[in-house]
């Protein structure tokens, strides 16, 4: 029997389809709603829905389920619709008719809202700090090979001398500009959106603010009608805030397959780190890297799989949302493991030193002849013309060497004003505000 049921049982068949793989992704909400119903238990208390004494139950028995989902002992029963319902089944068996006051004042609409967005503050929060340990790691590498040149590219043609220091430092401040998608996404996620029920508000008297502080949400979806229009924007704003992180990944794991083929041969990793051949001995393939890349690619059509999901959907609440979870939640555990994954390789990364004296690389050194002739006094247009005929001569032996000492060139990497970014970049999410608060709810 499902808490909306009545009379009549629904087909086997159509609940099969409509409840599909909801439940799988459902267990994942577990700790939030139980987070969302003692707040929402706690204000009911406060506007005399509930007597100090049932409050005082309730809490009891929510904060014994949060324990037990922590410690890995709590599972959906069978037959139950949600999670939402399994909450409410477990208070209704140890409480009686006190379980069922849980539910005045709030829909299973604006459950699964504050649910999902609590889940989702708690996963930027995870991800934030994956960023930040690779992040770390590629600033540690910039650092320790700043000096080490090699091949800078156009055109996939060598073009000019770039250094691991630059290329490793690249992807560290591209981290920092991938936060700043994901905070944006952040912003719109932390604002509570309990209390709008079915989309539609309540005639109870309902103090949304107070949730909010409970909760530690940064504000509110205060119109009714728009937190339930919320459902979907959340979730691709963090999509599209995961797909910039995302990006930032699979262009590097692509640099990190060419530069471990034997054509470049730029990077190695020990060989435990990677994968053979079942007919070639030689093979050293880049398994991890090219999984990378493409869990990145999808991870990169997420935003539009949502917003084909909700697109024209008219106002208020429609059942092909719980579809989203399906492609969210597995997203965002390839993105975390993605972050850890490529941490844990370039903590063994092998550089090739003496890359930079390969002969097939000296026409990387042509723009520093040049600029050398242009420092002596020859107009630029002349020291081009007397390099290049010396190239097509044959005749052209450059000194390897490089003066670069602008800011973020090989000289000069401005490390300490990428890492001043990131951690202004990290500082505005103020993740220990709403962690207090949670704290205090659950103490």
Request: proline content about 3%; some cysteine.
């Amino acid at each position: 029997m499902k808490l909306w049921e009545k009379e009549v049982k629904v087909s086997d068949i159509v609940e099969r389809y409509t409840v599909g793989r909801d439940l799988e992704f459902d267990i994942q909400l577990a700790p939030y709603d139980v987070l969302g119903s003692l707040a929402h238990t706690e204000m009911l208390a406060s506007i005399d829905l509930l007597t100090p004494d049932e409050k005082a139950e309730i809490h009891r028995e929510l904060k014994a389920i949060f324990k037990a989902i922590e410690k890995g002992d709590f599972q959906l029963q069978e037959g139950v619709e949600d999670i939402h319902s399994q909450v409410e089944i477990l208070l209704t068996e140890r409480l009686g008719d006190v379980g069922k006051k849980i539910h005045s004042g709030r829909s299973r609409n604006d459950q699964v809202l504050v649910d999902l967005k609590l889940f989702m503050r708690q996963e930027v929060r995870e991800i934030t700090e994956g960023v930040s340990a690779l992040f770390d790691r590629l600033v540690s590498l910039s650092d320790q090979h700043k000096d080490t040149l090699m091949p800078g590219y156009t055109h996939m043609q060598v073009a000019m001398p770039s250094s691991f220091g630059l290329w490793f430092g690249a992807y560290a401040e591209g981290l920092v500009d991938d936060l700043y998608m994901l905070h944006a996404a952040y912003k719109v996620i932390n604002k509570n959106p309990l209390g709008s029920g079915a989309g539609f508000g309540s005639s109870f008297p309902l103090n949304r603010k107070f949730t909010t502080q409970l909760l530690g949400f940064d504000d509110l979806n205060y119109n009714v009608v728009y937190a339930m229009m919320g459902r979907g924007k959340a979730e691709k704003s963090m999509a599209m805030g995961m797909s910039a992180i995302a990006a930032t990944l699979s262009k590097f794991a692509m640099d990190v397959c060419l530069y471990m083929g034997q054509d470049f041969g730029f990077i190695s990793f020990p060989d435990e780190l990677t994968t053979g051949s079942s007919i070639m001995p030689h093979k050293k393939n880049p398994d991890v890297f090219e999984l990378m890349r493409g869990k990145c690619n999808r991870i990169q059509a997420l935003p539009n799989d949502i917003a084909l999901m909700t697109a024209n959907l008219p106002v208020g609440y429609h059942r092909e949302m719980q579809l989203i979870k399906e492609v969210l939640f597995p997203a965002i555990q390839d993105l975390k493991d993605c972050l850890f994954m490529c941490d844990f390789m370039l903590r063994k990364v092998v550089i090739n030193q003496e890359l930079i004296q390969k002969e097939k690389y000296k026409y990387l050194f042509s723009v520093e002849e040049t600029n050398k002739l242009v420092l002596s006094g020859v107009p630029f247009r002349d020291a081009y013309k007397q390099i290049g005929l010396a190239i097509e001569a044959g005749d052209f032996d450059p000194d390897r060497t490089v003066s670069h000492n602008h800011e973020g060139s090989i000289g000069n990497l401005a490390l300490e004003e990428i890492r001043s970014q990131m951690k202004r970049a990290l500082g505005d999410f103020e993740f220990e505000a709403w962690q207090r608060s949670i704290n205090a709810l659950v103490e």
